[in-house]
């Protein structure tokens, strides 16, 4: 298929992880991440003011943040990476802490991954735009709190709006729960084309590379989630 073997931070597959055996254990985890009455608590004139930003002034808006505590744990913010005409946008949860040394998203064996993944449906990494969902690394690794991310968000509604892509891939269960507000899990969100918010932006969501490298037998159907990618791009071309 052209993608190589593809070993990571949290699990994602259904019943290859003990933390994910059943329906019920997944709708717990995913509580932990999302929380409705949290997605809100954004205050309008913080969102409002991000809207009015080109790339620019939101990637300084970005680098001065401290709406948020992990601005007093993080060595640099991490705005993204990439193409900003891309027609893919691809969005995980959080930098890691290679990212945060580097100030770029997915660096590192899953970011390797993740261009060999781009590369076999004939994609180069500088051909995409790159960006999380939070712009700061939580200490140790850990998920992305409810209000972190809600506060954050803003920050990449503003970078789909300015780059305007014609599909949007979500890596990982949180990324993917986050984006479509829902605490289905990630073996349920995959294989199908979402819609992301009021944009009618096409939204597959598949398996976080760092997973993929840790779980193999998962690489088959992250295949068939690049190709639905790869068939909504040449759709919209």
Known sequence: MGIPVWVMRGAEGGAQSPRH?????VGAAAAAIFDQ???TRVAPTHAANVAAHDWE???DAVRQCTRCGLHKTRTQTVFGVGRRDAALMIIGEAPGAEEDRQGEP???PAGQ???AMLGAIKLRRDEVYIANILKCRPPSNRDPQPTEAATCTPYLNRQIELLRPRVMLAVGRIAGQWLLQTEIPIGRLRGQVSRYGDTGIPLVVTYHPAYLLRSPLAKAKAWQDLCL???LIESHR
């Open 37 to 39: 009455s949290a997605a």
């Open 106 to 108: 997915f660096v590192g």
């Open 113 to 115: 991954l993740l261009n």
């Open 229 to 231: 990618v790869k068939d």
């Open 57 to 59: 002034a939101l990637a």
């Open 21 to 25: 055996e059943d329906a019920a254990a």
